[in-house]
């Protein structure tokens, strides 16, 4: 009703709105109809009179016009108020404000909204019959649209619809409607009762034959059918339907559909199925699994249920089931009773050489049948795995590079091809330091699958890094549909990388000949040749008594020994593939036919070099030679020779110029360079982690004191720091969550030190390491991080 009662928002012009115009009520009910009047707009307009008028022939009475509260703005218009005259006439007017008619119940569903512009009747009736409602706005312009009509058709009826039934399967079902009238009390004779069954595979109505039928109302007020339900089936029916009464001549009331139902009719049996799945590639002579599920999908017990399974030729097969029977042609499960809506399923082991098809078949008392079958394709097995490292002998630390090749022997593409390397403890993947990585066979951008032709090679590699010596190992597999497998395993000898042996050269140039009183001058280059730096090198001149030192380098120079002839240089760090220059000027005054300068060097690490120039020292009235140019490849530019300190200053030799004045240089960096790095993806729990840690000096001017530390969170362990080239670097202490290394005592100009770590984590967690470095000459400092994710290997 609420849903009837309702009008458009607006109409034409001058048009008069009613709702409802038909419907069919309840003798003794009350019909609320809604009315307005559409104005220049067409919209719905306020204050406007209407009257109500029951047509003679009606049956039914007014019983109420819409005379609520009127709003301000009616009674400002002085409007007249709405009113019943008499039971079949009433005056009333459009709302001017929005308002609510209700029931006087708590139910809000019955309700009915009133809008502004709308107004409202309500008419009831004891008897059947038809009632009209005319609405007629007087003083509406448009003549032809002023008025409007509703028809309520009252019925005096009551039904019963049938219940829901179970039975047997292929039981016939009785279904009987009452309808009655005056209160229930008379049998509502020549109305039609309209079934349908809206299932009509299951069942038909044994009057007609079909799906529908339309029954009358008997003398006791029953409309009865019968529902023949279609042999070798079960299950559920919706059966729909309606009560009709027929149009009668002297009520003049078409016919009605007055009442719909629905009921439901279950025909119940036992229903067997049976379903059956194996993989859809299975490999060569390898054993694989093999499943059927027999259910029963009705609603009642399926008796002496079994279930066959026919081995083809060639095949074995066998179940491990309890209650099944391993026959040598055959698999049999006795499986008895199968309650309803319940499913079982059966699991067998089958190796087979070629392709098959398993047909399965299940029996149940009835006579119950059910059967399926599955098929599985054999592959030959046709992947070919081979492996080579690009050489045999490695150190720890380096990469070791496996070179690996992927055959397709087959007649058939493989698809799903991936290759998985497992190193051992001591070998860790690059980039992503783990043990274990999965390459698939795939397109780099879209990620789709790109099988492995017959006959075609998939070339692929893999490197990792050892971490400790020995023999180093890494396990191969290949995987591929169908089952497809190949392993194979490839290992190198890892050895740790060779102590470095401090090694130096010296290099001593002076004049074969010179004369008394001249002043000669010799020049010592020491180059440490070795891969480690050298400290305390100390770099001894020894001369003849026939030579007098009159100036020397100053730097490292150290002081005069009384009573020997000897200068001493003390250098304290001298770093791999660097030199010093070391000169000193002599004057003679003595001859000597066989004289000698002796540059000696030896540093604390053991490494020793010695040169030996031997000259003529004539008289002094013997003109020297010109001396031999010095080779440019082994020795640097001559520079003023530095003074002895106290010794009279003397003029540098005419063959020997002043150097050039050095160009002027950018500004020097202010800070360090410090970079580490580390796995680029989640490593897990106890599995070494390896980081790169590298420093750089990146200006002109030497630089010392080099300080690194890096913090430790919880949970973390150091297991290794490795400094290649130095091995006493690799040393480090901890102290308040952080590991200090040890210092760098010089880091040459553009100088870059690399060093190894190795942690690991104990737990799940997500941390962050950071390096911080500080020097000599970079206060500065510097600072790098990197973030590593550890996971559960669970």
Known sequence: MRELCRLPKRGKRGCILLSPQKIVAPVGGEVVLLSGICGDEGHLQVGEPLEWMLTPESVGTFIQVGDDDPGVM???ARIKKASKQDPAYAFGVTSTKRIKITRGNLNPNDDVQLEKGQTWITVSSPSEGTSKVTVLAPESECWDQRKATATIYWVDAARQFPGTQIVPAGTPVTLTTRVTRSEGMLPARGWKVYYEIMQPELGSFASTGSSFVEAVVDDAGNATVQLIPTPGTSGTAAIAMRVIRPGGETDNMPPLTLFTGETFVTWSAPQLAIRAGAPQIASFGIPFQAAAAVSNPGDQPATNVRVIMQIPPGVQASSRDSFAQNLPNAIVWEIGELPPQQELDLLLDVTTESSLTLNFEARADGPLVATTSVAV???????????????ERYQVGEEVTFNIDVRNTGDRPLTNLQLIANGDDSMLHTPSNLRRVVKPKQDPNTQEDIPLQPGETWPVAVTFIPTDPGRRCIQLEATADAGQRATTE????VINQPPPTPAVTATLSGRSRTSVGSETLFRGIVVNTGSVPLDNVRVTMAYDPQLRPVGATDQYLSEPRSGQYML???????????????????????????SSVVLAVESQQ???????????????????????????????????PPMIPGAPTRPAPTQDPAPRPAPSQPAEPQSLGLSITGPNAAVFVNQPIRYDLRVTNPSSQQDGNVSIRFNLPDGVQVVRVTQ???PELGEFSPNGGYIYLKDIGTLRPFESIDYLILLTCNQPKTF???????????PLGARSQVTTQVVSDQ
Do not use: Y
């Open 606 to 640: 053991g490494a020793r070099a010695s040169e030996q120039v031997q000259f003529e020292i004539l008289p002094s009235a013997v003109r020297q030679p010109e001396p031999a140019p010095a080779a440019p490849s082994t020795l640097p530019p001559a520079t003023a």
């Open 724 to 726: 290649p080239l130095s």
């Open 568 to 594: 001493e240089w003390m250098i304290p760090r001298l770093e791999p593939e660097t030199s010093e220059t070391l000169e000193a000027n002599f004057q003679v005054i003595g001859t000597n036919p066989r």
């Open 377 to 391: 394709d054999v592959f030959r097995p046709s992947l070919v795995l081979s492996v080579a490292p690009e050489k």
């Open 768 to 778: 962050t390491i950071t390096a911080e470095a500080v020097s000599r000459g970079k």
């Open 490 to 493: 490839s290992c190198v000898t």
């Open 74 to 76: 009616h009674r400002l």
